[in-house]
C-alpha cells in the first residue's frame, strides 16, 4: 500500500475527483499532514467518514526508525532504519541563515566516487519519496525545530532517483505542505549530464550543486567514475545551458584533496575553466575516513587555493567544518553502525 507522505497535492486532488470528492479534500488531508502532523486517518475529525475509508484503502501512514544520533556543535547526525531493515543517514547543520537538513536518496551509491564513504556500501536500492519526506518530518519532531533548506546530498546520486527526488521536491515545496521554498532546495549532482538537461525544463527555481572535484579530466577520471561517461568539457556545456535557460546560478562543490587536487595549477585550471559563468565555488576541507586514505589539504593550501581563485574574479567560499567527531561524512555513520565501530 502506497505511503500518504509520497504523494503530490496534485495527485491526491487527481486522486479524489476520480473517487467522486471534490479537490478541496486534498488540501484538507495534507493540512492535517504537514501542519498538524497527525500520525492516523482517524485523527482528521472535519473529514468525513467515507473520506476517512477511502484514504484507509489506499494509504498507510509509515515511520522511519531513529537508530543513532551522534552530536556535536552545530551539527546533529541521524541514522534511520527503514522498513526493509536497511539504512540511511541525514545531517542536520545549524547556520546563521537557519536550519540545514543534507538528506539521502538512495541506500548505498553506484557512483564509486574514490574519496566518498558512503560508495563503498554500493547501492541496494532507490529511496521512495516518503522515505526522502520522512527524514525532515522525523527530524523536526525530534528537535522540536522547523528545517529551513534541504540539500539532497546525503547518501546516493539524486539525478540516479530523478522521479522519485522530484516527486519529493513538488511535496515539501508545496505551500499546503511543509512550505519549503524552492530556493532553500539544492539538489547535488556528481555530473550525470541527461538528468541535468532534463532538469532544466524543471518549472521550480531549485538550486542545482555540482560535485566537481577536479578542473580536468585527468584528475576527475581517478577521482570520479562518472566522468568515464560524461568528459568535463560535456559537463561544462549541460551546465552552461542550464544557467542559459533558468538564469540561475550554480554552485560548484570542491572538495580540498592533499596533494591531489590542491595545488596552485589546478585553481588556475579551475579559475579558466569555470571563467565568465554564473556560479560560485565551495571549497570543502575533507573529512577523513579511517577506510579512505585521502587526506585533508592543510588550511595554508586551502586559502591559497582560495585566494587564485579570488584573483580570478571566481565567486568562492571555504565550506565551514562541521562534525568531524560525529562521523559525518556521508556514509561513514551507516558503515560504522553495520560494522560494529
Not at 539538489?187 to 538537461?197: A, L
Not at 590542491?262 to 565555488?281: H, P, Q, R
Not at 575516513?289 to 567560499?317: A, P, R
Amino acid at each position: 500500500m502506497r505511503s500518504i507522505y509520497g504523494i503530490s497535492l496534485k495527485e491526491l486532488e487527481t486522486f479524489f475527483v476520480g473517487n467522486g470528492y471534490k479537490k478541496f479534500k486534498a488540501k484538507q488531508v495534507y493540512d492535517w499532514l504537514y501542519k498538524k502532523r497527525v500520525k492516523s486517518f482517524n485523527e482528521m475529525y472535519n473529514v468525513s467518514k467515507s473520506v476517512i475509508e477511502l484514504l484507509e484503502e489506499n494509504f498507510c501512514f509509515n515511520d522511519l526508525e531513529i537508530l543513532a544520533k551522534n552530536e556535536d556543535i552545530d551539527v546533529k547526525k541521524y541514522l534511520f532504519g527503514l522498513s526493509d531493515n536497511n539504512k540511511v543517514e541525514a545531517v542536520l547543520m545549524y547556520h546563521d541563515y537557519g536550519n540545514s537538513l543534507c538528506i539521502s536518496t538512495q541506500v548505498g551509491c553506484n557512483m564509486g566516487c574514490a574519496f566518498c564513504e558512503s560508495g563503498r556500501l554500493k547501492k541496494v536500492r532507490n529511496l521512495e519519496s516518503h522515505e526522502m519526506v520522512l527524514q525532515i518530518l522525523k527530524i523536526e519532531e525530534d528537535i522540536n525545530v522547523r528545517i529551513s533548506h534541504v540539500v539532497l546530498m546525503g547518501i546516493g546520486e539524486p539525478f540516479d532517483n530523478y522521479d522519485n527526488v522530484i516527486n519529493f521536491i513538488n511535496i515539501i515545496n508545496d505551500n499546503n505542505g511543509i512550505a519549503l521554498g524552492s530556493r532553500h532546495i539544492t539538489v547535488s549532482t556528481c555530473g550525470v549530464v541527461p538528468k541535468i538537461k532534463e532538469f532544466t525544463n524543471y518549472d521550480k527555481q531549485v538550486n542545482l550543486a555540482i560535485s566537481l572535484h577536479a578542473p580536468n579530466n585527468e584528475i576527475r577520471d581517478k577521482l570520479m567514475n562518472i566522468n568515464k561517461a560524461y568528459k568535463i568539457e560535456e559537463l561544462m556545456d549541460s551546465i552552461k545551458d542550464y544557467i542559459k535557460v533558468t538564469n540561475r546560478r550554480v554552485t560548484f562543490e570542491y572538495i580540498m584533496l592533499q596533494g591531489i587536487n590542491d595545488t596552485k595549477d589546478c585553481a588556475i585550471e579551475l579559475s579558466n575553466l569555470l571563467k565568465g559563468m554564473n556560479c560560485y565555488v565551495n571549497l570543502i576541507p575533507y573529512n577523513e575516513t579511517s577506510h579512505i586514505e585521502f587526506k585533508k589539504s592543510s588550511q595554508k593550501t586551502i586559502l591559497e587555493f582560495y585566494d587564485i581563485l579570488k584573483k580570478n574574479n571566481i565567486n568562492v567560499t571555504i565550506r565551514r567544518e562541521f562534525g568531524s567527531k560525529v562521523s559525518a561524512a556521508c556514509g561513514q555513520l551507516r558503515a560504522n553502525f553495520e560494522e560494529g565501530l
